[in-house]
């Protein structure tokens, strides 16, 4: 089985470090049926890695041209505009975000609150992240573990996207922060705002992004949380999170046999029809 697909795929409009074009090339020389980009969506601060407000409309209208064009060309792979949205961007944003892509991925990387000025992001600075816990969190990981469970799960739970985005982002500074991603308490935190998303949205992303970037071992989210997804009869797709066109099926295989062991008979791909997803069987 070879997945073919990726709905979570950035480009140099944020900060991928490859352009649509690339990306495109990429897709084609895998022999990819479908590709969906999904932009950090304009969020109102930290400007460093989303779009901006012209980049946005740039963007959108660069990929819907090129999607009429491969629509109408037969054989190409299909293609999607999709955003990946924070979920701290403006609810006003969130409304027209909605009606504008194919599809949204809700993902959470900020808190509310920024500390010396600055948006604090779990898989940003580190060192800030960590003075984010000392200061805010009473230098307790486990605790600002619980905030970002929690404001993840509110926000699937509300927006209701149509991917949940790597869900455990937040154990990416684990061992940097002394997190226990073992403990009872990290596990109830994670499980219960898992069941808060499976409220708002079907589909999991498994992510294999921070493999491509050699910080993690395995993808997003960990084994335990993939169980309690499957036994909520929870969908699943597959994506490289991919910034760099090198890496747009980054442990696609590996990632995949993972996901059969744990249980899923199937995982959801971008549709190459009329339909947003496809099956493919495991
Ligand atoms: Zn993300
Ligand atoms: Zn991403």
New binding site residues.
Partial sequence: MKFLSNAHTHTTYCDGRSTITEQLRAAERLGFVSLGFSG?AMQGFDWEYCMSVEGQAAYTAELRAIQAEFACRPGALKLYVGL?Q?ALVPAQEKAKNRTTFDYI?G?T?YFHEPLEGAYVAV?GSRELLKRCVDQRFGGDPQAIAAAYYALHGSAVENDRPDIV??FD?VRKYAAFLGLNTGSAAYRDAALSALERARRGCAVLEVNT?GIARGYEAEAFPAPFLLAAWRDMDGEVTLTS?CHDARYLDCAFDETAALLKATGFRRLLRLGTGTQMWDEVTL
């Fill in positions: 950090h990946e924070d991925i993902s990387h898989d985005g790597h982002l992004g999170d």
